[in-house]
């Protein structure tokens, strides 16, 4: 009987009125499910939301409902497809999947008809009368944003059956599950407003036909011309055939008449199972568009055959935007698993490293069991060496851009960068064994560029006799760029690596050095530019701090509560003072970075380097408020690298005091 097999939500009791709420309110009585009678059911409230947005923003690429209602038919053979591994009797002795698209001119209607797995009432009204999938806000406000129009989202979002709507004032969608009872067949109605209807009806035929009843202007998708040109473009790719009937011309009305013979109108082949040479470009980029919702055609992609240990295919492609979500690592991939041409999984996250968690793309394995699951996935021997087949395809991708002779692919790496730098970043740490590959194709900014400075285009730069590769972190680019640290690297004319990136810190624990060259801080340590040093200069200094002395004992012990150790430096040429960590203690800026992620930071105290040729610093000798002058000098030295003042107030008290005596 229909009612056992309906859920809660169809459960409404006799006086009730007929329309009623999904999910249910728990407190309403509960009483004995009715069959058999048609029942009137409102929309979750966000569904009401998207089929408003839909109907009203996505006019102005109306055709892509075929796409999205043909992409929703081929999902069900799938699914059908690999359900039959396990109950091949709901077959039904009819192994022949496929999807078929009509059209009936006296009725204004489109069919899109399938023979896949079916829905039952109750899937039909969960699936069809709410959203599944969360990020239906991200959805609604982008299309409210700026991408208004872009039709790509609804399928992106989970949401595509509603477009069908852009072009129907009703929806009929009749079905019956695979292996169910003809009479466990239901039928599925609304007019997109509120509500819709649910029905058990008879079906002998298993699977769905979406019925769209045309909205008066919508004439046109009545031409089976113009549907077949929507299908060829969209759904060429699918491995299932698409099917209309074929037409004829009658002469006495002047027209072709749709006959009684079914032809494929797609190429029913997957697009990766075809020989390269056979495939155009704007196929890949079709194809592309369709997997990953993406409106603006990739920046690379890669195919290709491996036989050997394992034996699969791989499409890969690398978008050329970032998407929304990218910086959530918890994300699964982008990359969908077939196993010989059998639909397994979306977003198989086991085929790609997490930091390549933007590649899109189709993995065909020979070798894998159908049943697969995500567990057996993470475990496989076979996915392993996928997983690092695929890693070094797309690195090579990537190599061939940013190594490229044409200067528009190396344009093309540099906006990749821009995009996806600082998940590449990741890598450093996640993937040992391509960190020389990884280290080669990060971009920093530096004291001698804007951006885009490759580690290799540093090392070339070097000045002779420079040993380390110096780099210094910061909480944004101009407190990078004006860091007194700078000072003398910039007078000596030796380059600098500007770090600004979150993921920087984390990244240099893992990369140590580049082809022989250390990294170095220049806010570690003393400073020791080694040989880049002449002899005179340093005796100079070494003269300089005896001199001093005396006073560097008082600024000892006036600041030994928040410096560790204070000394005369080289390193600068303009400003007084700065701080630096002593080598092997966390920087400041790591510490900070870490403090505003709420996690605990070890104390560590930095070292005040002061610049004994500074008037600031010569007139500390004689000061009468030297107290007050050595905080300030402190104090000036943290905010000048980015750090917080613990007690502001009393910075600015001391300077103004400073102020009215000069
Ligand atoms: P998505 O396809 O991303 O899940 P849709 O809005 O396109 O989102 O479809 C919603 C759900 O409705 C599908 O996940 C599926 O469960 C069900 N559905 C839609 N069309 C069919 C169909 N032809 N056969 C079986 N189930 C379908
Ligand atoms: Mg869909």
Request: aromatic content about 8%.
């Amino acid at each position: 009987m229909l009612g056992s097999r309906i859920g809660p939500a169809l459960e409404i009791g006799a006086e009730a009125p007929k329309v009623g709420h999904f999910p249910p309110q728990k407190s309403a009585p509960a009483r004995a499910p009715i069959a058999m009678t048609k029942q009137t059911l409102a929309f979750q409230a966000e569904v009401q939301q998207i089929l408003h947005l839909v109907t009203h923003s996505l006019y102005s690429n109306k055709e892509i409902f075929l796409r999205e209602l043909v992409s929703n038919a081929s999902d069900a053979c799938d699914k059908l497809r690999f359900e039959a591994l396990d109950h091949p009797d709901w077959l039904e002795g009819n192994p022949e999947l496929e999807v078929r698209v009509s059209v009936d001119r006296a009725a204004r209607t489109i069919t899109i008809g399938d023979n896949g797995i079916g829905m039952s009432a109750d899937e039909a009204v969960s699936h069809l009368g709410t959203i599944a999938k969360s990020g239906t806000r991200e959805f609604m406000a982008a299309l409210e944003g700026e991408k208004k129009k872009d039709a790509n989202l609804i399928g992106q979002f989970g949401v595509g059956f509603y477009s069908g709507f852009i072009v129907a004032d009703r929806i009929t969608v009749e079905s019956r599950r695979a292996g169910a009872a003809a009479e466990e067949g239901m039928r599925w109605s609304s007019d997109g407003s509120g509500q819709f209807e649910v029905e058990p009806i008879t079906r002998e035929q298993r699977g769905t036909d979406v019925i769209l009843h045309l909205r008066a202007d919508e004439d046109e998708f009545l031409a089976a011309w113009k549907l077949r040109s929507i299908i060829s473009k969209y759904s060429d790719h699918l491995s299932l055939p698409v099917k209309m009937r074929k037409e004829e011309w009658d002469g006495e009305k002047n027209e072709y008449k749709p006959t009684d013979e079914w032809e494929t109108v797609n190429k029913a082949a997957a697009l990766w199972t075809r020989a390269k040479a056979d495939i155009t470009p704007e196929q890949y980029t079709e194809f592309y568009k369709q997997i990953s919702y993406d409106t603006e055609p990739p920046l690379a992609h890669t195919h290709n055959r491996v036989e050997g240990r394992s034996e699969y295919t791989q499409l890969l492609y690398i978008p050329a935007r970032a998407p929304f979500d990218l910086w959530n690592r918890d994300k699964r991939g982008g990359v969908k698993l077939y196993v010989k041409r059998v639909f397994i999984m979306d977003d198989a996250e086991a085929l790609m490293p997490v930091y390549l968690r933007f590649v899109k793309g189709v993995i065909d394995s020979a070798d894998l069991p159908l049943n697969v699951s995500r567990e057996l996935l993470q475990e496989s021997r076979d996915v392993k060496s996928i997983r690092e087949g695929s890693t070094k395809r797309v690195l090579s991708m990537l190599e061939n851009l940013a190594d490229s002779e044409d200067s528009a692919e190396r344009e093309r790496y540099a906006k990749f960068w821009k995009d996806f730098g600082v998940v590449l970043k990741e890598g450093l740490g996640e993937d040992h064994a391509n960190r020389e590959r990884l280290a080669k194709l990060l971009r920093f900014a530096s004291t001698h560029a804007e951006e885009g400075v490759s580690l290799a285009d540093y090392v070339k730069r070097m000045k002779e006799g420079q040993e380390p590769i110096y780099y210094i972190t910061a909480d944004s680019l101009p407190a990078a760029r004006h860091s007194p640290q700078l000072e003398l690297f910039r007078k000596k004319g030796i380059e600098v690596l500007l770090l600004t990136d979150r993921v920087d810190e984390w990244m240099l624990s893992h990369l140590h050095e580049f082809e022989g060259h250390a990294l170095q801080s220049v806010a570690k340590g003393a400073v020791d530019l080694g040989s880049l040093q002449d002899e005179a200069e340093k005796q100079q200094a070494e003269a300089a701090a005896t001199a001093f002395k005396p006073v560097l004992e008082r600024l000892k012990e006036a600041l030994q509560e928040r410096a560790k150790d204070v000394r005369v430096t080289t390193r600068l040429v303009d400003s007084p003072a700065c701080l630096v960590m002593e080598e092997g203690d966390m920087s400041g800026h790591l510490a900070r970075l870490l403090k505003q992620a709420g996690q605990a930071a070890p104390e560590s105290k930095p070292i005040l380097e002061v610049n004994a040729e500074h008037p600031l610093v010569k007139s500390l000798e004689t000061s009468p408020r030297f107290d007050d002058l050595a905080q300030v000098l402190f104090d000036q030295a943290l905010l000048a690298e980015g750090g917080q003042l613990e007690d502001p107030a009393a910075y600015v008290r001391r300077v103004n005091a400073m102020l009215v005596t000069a």
